[in-house]
Every structure is written in C-alpha cells, then in structure tokens.
C-alpha cells in the first residue's frame, strides 16, 4: 500500500539557522499522489501547513518550502531561517489522486527551535 | 484556526465500557472524516461521511466502532466495547468540497481516550 517515511523523530534547530526535514513516499497508484505538510503547535489542532498537487511544483507558506520531487519521490520541508514560534510536530501526507480521498499520515517530526 | 469542534477533549473509560465522542464540523463543510492517532504517531484512517452516507470505512469500524453523522446534529463516533488498544487520540476532520484528496482537511483538536 501506499506510504510515507520520515525519518527524523526529532529535529532541534537554533533559531535563525537552516531547517529541512525529510519526507518521502511510496505509492501503488499509477497517477501521481497529491503532497501536503501539516503542522500541529503547542496546545493546537493539526492544520494544513501546504500543499502540492503536480509534480515539479513548489508550494510555500509562512517562509517554508517544499518541492515535489517525483524522481526522487520526496517532498522535504525547507525554511532558510527557523524562529521559536516554528517549534511545532510536522506530518508530510499523500493523498491517492484515485477512487480514494483519505490521506496517508507520516509519523511526523517534532522541531525544536533553541532561541 | 479550524472552527472543528471535538468533544470532549479527554475521555476516560474502562475495558468493556462504551465510550462517545462528538465532533461537529466547519460549517458548510460536507465531508467528515474519522482518524485515531495511537501512542507511536501512527495514522489510521476509520470512517468518512458525505453529508449523512458513509463512504468508506475499514473493517475495524464494522465490528466495535460506530459512527454516524445525522443532519443538523453533530457527528459520533462509539466504540462498544473498550478494549485498552482502543487508547488513542481520535482525530475529526472536515472538508468543504468532498471531491477529492487534494482537498485540504480542517481538522479537530481531537479526543483523548484512555482505557483503563
């Protein structure tokens, strides 16, 4: 069945350094799966984070990057400078483009910004 | 924010209890999902409704688990009879269109279940 791996648990970061957090999938349908990042902060809901739905496409948002690589089949999470208010739990998912609409969750991966 | 509401938010119950929980999704939103998250982050899709008709559900939610979504009430899910593997945080979700999966999900904060 279809997957998502990343491989990190955890991440600690020092504020306004570099972040990447891995992400990459597998999947059995022959159309591409549509990409997402989720985040979870302190005492709040999981919420869309961004989202990618063609290959070789970018997404962004709040400073965060990512790009799906169908190659390579990944979707690493990128922000150039990390301030505390990112510490947070992020899950990259699939989506099956197919007859199915649930997501596919990775077992995310909890960013701790030192200040 | 999501306006998702869960409740409630912590749920205690022992082995063999039925435990409930509520969730009433984004206005105008008229798919529903279910997801239990266990104790090592993992995933599990349960059930999802359009409107009041499930669309898909695994075969776990068919034996113990129940669910519903009547109109103009909130959505339930209940599991008959706890057992401790059922400890989890039980995920609500809605979604605007209901189409497809590159549809964002908007999601609750969740109820917590402990069965003792």
């Known amino acids: 069945g279809d997957s998502v791996t990343q491989t990190e648990g955890q991440v600690t970061v020092s504020e306004s350094k570099s972040l990447i957090i891995n992400c990459t999938y597998s999947t059995t349908s022959i159309a591409y799966p549509n990409l997402f990042w989720y985040v979870r902060y302190p005492g709040e809901g999981l919420q869309l984070l961004l989202k990618?739905?063609?290959?070789?496409q970018k997404g962004s948002s709040r400073g965060f990057e990512a790009t799906y690589n169908k190659e390579t089949t990944s979707f690493h999470l990128q922000k150039a400078s990390v301030q505390e208010s990112d510490s947070a739990v992020y899950y990259c998912?699939?989506?099956?483009?197919?007859?199915?609409?649930?997501?596919?969750f990775g077992l995310g991966t909890t960013l701790q910004v030192q200040p | 924010n999501s306006k998702v509401i869960q409740t409630p938010r912590y749920l205690v119950k022992g082995q063999g209890q039925k435990a409930k929980m509520r969730c009433i999704p984004e206005?105008?939103?008229?798919?529903v999902f279910w997801y239990q998250q266990n104790k090592n982050n993992e995933f599990k899709f349960l059930i999802n409704f359009q409107n009041q008709e499930v669309l898909q559900q695994i075969d776990m939610t068919e034996k113990r688990f129940s669910a519903e979504c009547p109109s103009n009430s909130p959505c339930s899910l209940e599991i008959q009879s706890s057992e401790a593997g059922d400890s989890a945080l039980y995920l609500c979700?809605?979604?605007?269109?209901?189409?497809?999966?590159?549809?964002?999900?908007?999601f609750g904060s969740g109820t917590r279940l402990t069965v003792l």
């Open positions: 990618v739905i063609t290959a070789g």
């Open positions: 979700a809605s979604s605007p269109l209901g189409g497809t999966s590159a549809e964002t999900l908007y």
């Open positions: 206005k105008g939103h008229p798919v």
């Open positions: 998912a699939l989506g099956d483009p197919g007859n199915t609409r649930k997501l596919i």
